[in-house]
């Protein structure tokens, strides 16, 4: 997935500032997908030369004022084409500084790796706790671009990718704890 998709996707959802994007992105993507306010930006920069979004200045008394995003017809057709793509090995970028950092361990004391694991589960299990209680507010979700249902199955994954992380880190502990 580009950082582009993801963005279209939202702004099928409803027209947003950059701001509002980025927070909608937190709230609903970031599970699976990590991006900060500053290359959202300059994504709908580029989206808006390729002619998939507008955006419109809005004048606000009290605030600065904000550009609010809206997909063309043209970002929509882009947002099909890729959601239509069968490509499965682009879809397998594994990129994991925690099994970079773990394979090199070896160069280190063993105490370092393994609270490294012990960060990184506890880490896993507020994740975990998080898309949990964010389940309960899908359903409210409008249903003007994305079914509740592909939102939820997206999340399940990410819960049960959480659970498979907790299990892993726990029997790699254990061998590690073993070793003398």
């Not at 992105?25 to 970031?30: N, P, T």
Request: one cysteine or more.
């Amino acid at each position: 997935m580009s950082l582009k998709h993801g963005l279209l996707g939202l702004l099928t959802i409803r027209q947003s500032s950059g701001y509002d994007l980025s927070k909608l992105f937190q709230e609903s993507l970031s599970f699976f997908w990590v991006a900060n306010q500053s290359q959202i930006y300059r994504e709908l920069d580029k989206m808006e030369q390729l002619g998939w979004v507008v955006s419109s200045k809005v004048e606000q008394d009290a605030r600065p004022n904000k550009r609010v995003y809206g997909i063309t017809q043209e970002g929509d057709k882009e947002l099909i084409r890729w959601l239509k793509e069968e490509n499965a090995e682009d879809l397998a970028v594994v990129r994991n500084p925690l099994l970079m950092k773990l394979f090199f361990s070896g160069k280190v004391d063993r105490e370092y790796a393994i609270v490294l694991l012990k960060n990184y589960r506890k880490f896993c299990q507020d994740a975990r706790a998080e898309i949990r209680a964010e389940v309960e507010g899908i359903g409210q979700v409008e249903e003007t671009a994305a079914k509740p249902a592909y939102w939820l199955y997206a999340t399940d994954y990410s819960i049960r990718n959480y659970d498979f992380q907790i299990a892993w880190i726990d029997e790699t502990l254990r061998r590690l704890e073993g070793l003398k």
